[in-house]
Structure formats: structure tokens, C-alpha cells
């Protein structure tokens, strides 16, 4: 890549995207929102050799698939690369991406809350359905995802899939991803509209934690190579965690901030703010 190809790149990813009419609305109404041409070919090509390098490079997850728990199949998943490479925390501290994600929430500013890249193996299953936010011991329901294929995802592939609008609904928010949760959900979820369709290069998508989505198994032969961010409201508060995960997530995301206090430990620092 030349110097200017480089520069080229360095302003797209802190240059505001014009949000189509209509998308904030969107996000509100339907708990998600996809984007098309938010990123280049260049730099998801550039980044994108970044990002998988360290995927393999720090990739735990070594069993043969026929060994795996369903979690363990649906995806390689590798945390806060931002810490591991200087160039790959240019990728996600990306203003041009917070800046959506402040828009969609109607906040003043966001915070990351960690990335994470999740690469759907060739032979890779499906990731459940689940709800972000189970996770997370956070106060207000003020959190978005990117997710940010890495290539044109078709059907084949598993493309993110969102059940629209049950982010409105407190249904299934003790749940943890598993077969339970599959098997429960899918009878559950049989009232929303499912929107599950591909992703063009350079589109992401948007959604809230409280939104429930899943993917399909990948049986295209090529991996599903995807990056995401978590952003959350910069002024979220801890809360006190209420499942292992939550505590897990607190030590580790949030360095045991303070219950009650903001979740702004120095892992966490504003993306963008106005
Ligand atoms: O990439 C996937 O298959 C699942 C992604 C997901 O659950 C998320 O980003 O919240």
C-alpha cells in the first residue's frame, strides 16, 4: 500500500458516514440497522489481512469440530484485538463507526465496551440465538454492535439474522447462548419477522444489545471472517453482575470498576463524542 492509499484509508475511518433517512428510526423501531457502502474494499482488504493474522496467531480453539459444544462451533472468537496491534486499534477506534453508533443511540458520546473478531470456519455451525446484553453488567440498554463482515457474506456463509423488534420485549433475558436457548428461542421468536439476508462488501450492521439474532451454519467452504465493536452510551453505570458471565465480564472488560460508578475503566475509552 502506497503512503496515499494509507492517508486514503486513515480519513475514511474518521470521516463521518451521512446515515440514510430514515436509519435512526430504523435502529429505534426494529432494534437494528444495515448499512451498505459505510466501508471501502481497500481498507477491509487492509485491514482485514491485519485482523486475520492475529485471529490465527492468537486463536485458543484448536479441537477438531466433532469435539466442540455448539458455542465452540459457531465461531472463532478473539477478543480486544485493539490491544494486540497498533494498526488494528486504528480500525477500531474508528470515529466514522462510533460516530454511527452515538447517532443510533441518540447519546451524547460512546465508549467501547471490547471488540471482537468471530470467524465462522468453513465447517463452522450456527450461532444460536441470543441477546447481547445477558452478558453484560451494564445499567441502560444504550449498547450497539458492528458487524462488520470482512467479505461479501451470501447466505451460505451465515450472515448476522435479527428477529425485528424483540428488543421491545423482556422475554428470554436470563438465557445464555446454547441448544436450550436455540430450541426455546425459535418457538419464542416465531412472532417477529426475521429479516436474515446477505451483506454486500462494505456493508455492516448495527444492533442493540437487547435484540435477539443468530446466524446460519457456514457451508460455503470459505471462512466467515467478521469484526465487531461494542459500543455502549458514555455514560453507562455499572451494574451489580447477575449470572457468572456478568462477573466474568466485569473483571474483565470493565476492570471491576465500581458497582453503581461509570464503566469507564482505561479499557474502555470514549470513540466519540460530541
Ligand atoms: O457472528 C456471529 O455469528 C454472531 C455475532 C453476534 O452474536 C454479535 O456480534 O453479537
Redo the contacts with the bound molecule.
Keep these: 500500500m502506497t503512503d496515499l492509499q494509507y492517508d486514503l484509508i486513515q480519513s475514511e475511518l474518521s470521516e463521518p458516514f451521512v446515515l440514510p433517512e430514515g436509519a435512526v428510526a430504523h435502529f429505534n423501531t426494529y432494534g437494528y440497522v444495515k448499512l451498505k457502502n459505510v466501508l471501502s474494499e481497500n481498507l477491509l482488504a487492509y485491514y482485514g489481512e491485519l485482523i486475520t493474522d492475529l485471529v490465527f496467531r492468537l486463536n485458543k480453539l484448536t479441537k477438531p469440530m466433532e469435539e466442540r459444544t455448539t458455542y465452540e462451533r459457531?465461531?472463532l472468537q478473539v477478543m480486544n484485538l485493539w490491544r494486540e496491534s497498533e494498526k488494528v486499534k486504528e480500525f477500531v477506534f474508528s470515529k466514522r463507526l462510533a460516530k454511527i453508533a452515538a447517532d443510533l443511540l441518540q447519546s451524547s458520546g460512546v465508549r467501547l465496551y471490547h471488540d471482537?473478531a468471530?470467524y465462522?470456519e468453513s465447517s463452522g455451525g450456527i450461532?444460536p440465538w441470543?441477546a447481547?446484553q445477558f452478558y453484560w453488567p451494564l445499567s441502560s440498554p444504550k449498547t450497539a454492535?458492528v458487524?462488520i463482515p470482512l467479505q461479501a457474506t451470501s447466505m451460505e456463509m451465515?450472515p448476522?439474522a435479527f428477529a425485528e423488534k424483540s428488543h421491545h420485549v423482556e422475554i428470554g433475558r436470563d438465557l445464555e447462548i446454547s441448544d436450550e436457548s436455540e430450541a426455546l428461542m425459535n418457538e419464542a421468536l416465531k412472532q417477529f419477522e426475521l429479516n436474515e439476508t446477505p451483506f454486500e462488501l462494505g456493508e455492516v450492521s448495527f444492533?442493540a444489545g437487547w435484540l435477539f439474532?443468530r446466524?446460519g451454519a457456514n457451508t460455503s467452504g470459505s471462512p466467515r471472517k467478521?469484526m465487531?465493536m461494542i459500543y455502549m452510551d458514555q455514560d453507562q453505570k455499572v451494574t451489580q453482575p447477575r449470572n457468572e458471565y456478568q462477573q466474568a465480564d466485569w473483571e474483565t472488560w470493565l476492570l471491576s470498576r465500581p458497582v453503581g460508578g461509570a464503566a469507564d475503566s482505561e479499557l474502555n475509552p470514549v470513540l466519540f463524542t460530541y
Design positions: 459457531a465461531f471482537q468471530l465462522k450461532t441470543h447481547d454492535t458487524w451465515g448476522l444492533h439474532h446466524a467478521v465487531t
